[in-house]
């Protein structure tokens, strides 16, 4: 029997959990020649979630949990999932059903029989997300597919690979796409949420979009050195005409606009460069403390862990 574990971040989602593990199960079950556990990971919820959680694990030997001290984001969710995941295969989706179980068979096929390291869920973009990975694979070397999701299937080989990777500002869509293994990418419709809100606000997906550009790519830095450069080389251009023009015909009256012009566009200029190298200085910053990506409170092993810190 192969071993499948199926990972589920989980934030303030207790009123799905129970038609989760119903919708997945019957599945799972369906599917021959495989074992499945499930491991949720409690990002720090503040409903019923960690209660229901104890409940169901405590009822089913196949569920599993680890629970973090405070809300640390989906992203850290994702990287102890991975982490503490056992088995052959890894299974990453959502636990408000808007991940089809439908997939996993297909999914576990492209992994097994189809030769793939992993095999994801695709569904149509909105036009925002095409935006995103349209500017994102321009300006990145790492490539992003259209409309991909972080509902995917793993084999060990891919799982821990994405381990290596240990960065605290995690990206997990280009981290996945950075490793290299050709993905299978199947096409899907989403439904609405099972229940409860979904937790991102646009600000946190211009973040998110944000923080996808900076971790992969220089371009951005490169860009302001090459328009600095140019603006330099036309402004030299600029002073050698006017002091021949100034020594031929002697001074001008002198125009402000253009003065207050060049002095308005080059000191926005300036400053979105700052901003720029700032944006990656503040990477460095955050990487530099090295602070692990998640502290567990309490997981169902029950084995003391240490305060858990990246291992690698
Ligand atoms: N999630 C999480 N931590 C967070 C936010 C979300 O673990 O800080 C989980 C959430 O419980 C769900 C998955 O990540 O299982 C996707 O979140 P959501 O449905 O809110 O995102 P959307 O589907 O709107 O992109
Ligand atoms: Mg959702």
Redo the contacts with the bound molecule.
């Keep these: 029997m192969k071993q499948v574990a199926i990972v589920?971040?989980?934030?303030?989602?207790a009123e799905n959990l129970a038609l989760f593990l119903k919708e997945t199960a019957s599945v799972c079950d369906a599917i021959p020649g495989y074992d499945f556990t499930w491991l949720f990971v409690n990002?720090g919820s503040t409903d019923g979630t960690l209660t229901e959680l104890r409940r169901l694990s405590s009822e089913n030997g196949q569920i599993q949990y680890l629970s973090f001290s405070r809300?640390f984001?989906?992203e850290s969710?994702i990287y102890a999932g991975l982490q503490h995941a056992e088995g052959d295969f890894v299974i990453l989706m959502?636990?408000?059903l808007?991940h089809p179980p439908a997939l996993i068979p297909s999914m576990l096929e492209a992994v097994t029989d189809g030769g793939f390291e992993a095999a994801g869920a695709k569904r149509k973009a909105s036009l925002s997300s095409r935006m995103f990975t349209g500017i994102n694979n321009r300006v990145s070397s790492v490539k992003l597919e259209k409309g991909a999701t972080d509902f995917m299937c793993m084999s060990r080989k891919f799982v821990d690979s994405v381990l290596k990777l240990s960065e605290s500002q995690r990206f997990s869509k280009g981290l996945f796409a950075w490793v290299g293994f050709e993905i299978k990418w199947l096409d899907y419709e989403q439904g609405p949420?099972a229940g409860g809100k979904?937790?991102?606000s646009s600000s946190k997906l211009v973040h998110y979009a944000a923080d996808g550009i900076t971790s992969f790519s220089i371009l951005p830095l490169r860009i302001v050195t090459i328009v600095g450069a140019v603006i330099s080389l036309l402004a030299f251009i600029y002073i050698i005409a006017t002091l021949i023009k100034t020594w031929i015909t002697g001074i001008d009256v002198p125009g402000y606009v253009t003065t207050l012009c060049a002095i308005l566009f080059l000191g926005g200029l300036v400053l979105l460069a700052i901003g720029i190298l700032g944006a990656y200085i503040g990477r460095i910053y955050l990487e530099s403390k090295d602070r692990p990506l998640y502290i567990l409170d309490e997981s169902s092993e029950q084995k003391d862990e240490p305060d858990e810190k990246q291992s690698n």
Excluded: T
């Excluded at 589920?8 to 989602?13: A, G, R």
């Design positions: 589920i971040p989980v934030y303030n989602e990002d809300n984001g989906k969710a959502d636990g408000d808007q949420r979904s937790k991102w």
